[in-house]
């Protein structure tokens, strides 16, 4: 292969990155998708890789359908695994720290572009439908792939595909809260923030819409409270962990998955990444994600 074929099937990496974090809601399990791609194509002989007209189009088929078992095997995997499952957060750009474990800085062609469809709440939402449901609706309304090409990859007709993504687009709607501006949102970030700082009970319920819910993943790793529901149940948990923690205790205001969001930290280290999702002008659901694992591209 000619340096400026690789170049080409290289140039597909930060979107196949993108389209299997969608999928999987997990960075790492997005790595190695896309990884596993590229090993299937530079496993086919020569001849065959010379013969396909647009390797972008079958290195994205490939990418999803291992999406795709995934996802139908990972009702199992959801079932074994310790305490409430949350979508892994990634930060924002000019946030973004590290690549693996001890590897070097992620390169900027890795990086998860940042829109309305990797938000937290998004990202929920996409965790309740079938896996079928899910990669229909990711590859045609997120990723504007025909239908046609979908049937393909899913394995169903073309009308079965719209099927499945008008489902998924109702499931979206009936979980989708009325749209609040960015600034607003990271103005109730800010104020939650400092009432924490504060152990301010009463400015947190105040912050909380009554019937807030907050969830937390520990994964086994960390130690993880929850579900908790209505704002006086999450206030009082808030402060009395604050209370508890050892000094050195510190929240820094964070982009997390295009939202406004936090970052928990003891001594510099990253303990717990917050999402948030605002109804009105209170908080309706807070997403804290404390599982170690999960916290990779946080850490340095």
Request: proline share 7%.
């Amino acid at each position: 292969m000619t340096d400026p074929d690789l170049s080409a099937i290289m140039s597909e990496r930060r979107q196949l990155i993108n389209l299997a974090y969608r999928l999987l809601g997990s960075l790492a399990d997005a790595e190695d998708v896309v990884q596993e791609t590229y090993a299937r194509w530079y496993a086919l002989p020569p001849e065959q890789r010379e013969a396909i007209d647009v390797p972008g189009a079958w290195l994205t088929t490939v990418a999803s359908r291992i999406c795709l078992d995934l996802l139908r095997s990972a009702r199992a995997r959801r079932e074994r695994y310790v305490g409430e499952w949350i979508p892994e957060p990634v930060p924002d750009h000019a946030e973004w720290v590290g690549g693996r474990p001890g590897g070097t800085a992620t390169d900027p062609a890795d990086r998860v572009t940042l829109d309305e469809s990797i938000s937290m709440a998004f990202l929920v939402v996409l965790e309740s439908m079938t896996p079928a449901e899910r990669v229909a609706f990711v590859l045609h309304d997120v990723f504007r792939y025909p239908f046609a090409e979908v049937a393909q990859i899913v394995g169903r007709t073309p009308a079965a595909c719209r099927q499945l993504a008008s489902s998924a687009r109702r499931r979206l709607r009936a979980a989708e809260a009325p749209a609040t501006p960015s600034a607003r949102r990271a103005d109730l970030v800010r104020e939650f923030r400092q009432a924490w700082e504060s152990n301010d009970i009463e400015a947190l319920v105040g912050l909380l819409d009554p019937h807030a819910t907050a969830v937390a993943d520990g994964g086994g790793l960390a130690s993880a409270l929850g579900p908790l529901d209505g704002s006086q149940a999450i206030a009082r948990a808030l402060v009395e962990l604050a209370e508890d923690a050892p000094p050195g205790l510190t929240f820094l205001e964070r982009t997390v998955n295009g939202q406004p969001g936090l970052v928990v930290q003891q001594n510099g280290v990253t303990g717990a990444v917050l999402a948030f999702d605002v109804a009105g002008d209170r908080i309706s659901r807070v997403w804290a994600v404390r599982n170690p694992e999960k916290l990779r591209p946080w850490t340095t």
